[in-house]
Each structure stands twice: as structure tokens, then as C-alpha cells.
């Protein structure tokens, strides 16, 4: 029963209702019990059909829910790793750049602050 409460409820109403109708026509007992048992039927696969319908639309929602929570994980944690992967390079190029010559070139490099050598015997190489 707590598995169909949709469709037992709207039995119940079904069958008050075929009673209400039966009372006020002052119909015979036989025919009442008639009338309301096949009621009872009727609106029992009525809310069996009605039950389906409704769970189908909630697990269709909950699965929606579920993907959205899911994507949104994912998107959390691609910015997460985007995020770590710009403070590793800004962490690198600052390591990189207190080891480096302010210039941006190395000594070795510098050719245009070169000036002659001279070799053991005063000669230039």
C-alpha cells in the first residue's frame, strides 16, 4: 500500500462515489454492492494506469535531476583542475623567473655586450 497510494486513494473515491449515487436513487442493496463493486474495479485500474503514468514522469525527473548533479560535478571539477593548472604555471613562471636574469637573457647569450678576448700571447680569438 505505500508503494500505491495514488491508486488506492482514487478506488476509495470511486467507490464513495458509486455509494453516494446508489443511496440517493435509493437503489436495492444487491444493486448497490453490484454497482460498487464494479466501480470499485473500474477506478482500481484507473488508478493503477494513473500510477504508472506518475511514476514514470518522476523517475524520468529524478534521473533529469540526477544528470544535471552529475554535469555539475563535472564542471566543478574541470574548473577545479583549470584552476590548479594556472597556479602551476604561475608558481613556474615564478620560479622561473627569480632563477632567470631580470633581462630575460642569460650571460652566455649576451653577445652584443661581448668584448674582445685575448688569448696567452696578446692575441685576440
Known sequence: MKEKPLA??????????????????RVGLLWTLITVFIS??????????????????????????????????????????????RENAEQEEQENGEEADPSGQADEDDWSTAGSSEGNNGEEI
Open 40 to 85: 470499485l474495479i473500474v477506478f482500481m485500474i484507473i488508478g493503477l494506469i494513473i500510477h504508472k503514468i506518475y511514476s514514470s514522469i518522476k523517475e524520468e525527473v529524478e534521473e533529469r535531476e540526477k544528470e544535471e548533479a552529475r554535469l555539475a560535478e563535472e564542471e566543478e571539477e574541470r574548473r577545479r583542475l583549470e584552476e590548479e593548472e
Open 8 to 25: 488506492v486513494i482514487i478506488t476509495l473515491i470511486g467507490g464513495l462515489v458509486a455509494c453516494i449515487c446508489c443511496i440517493v436513487r
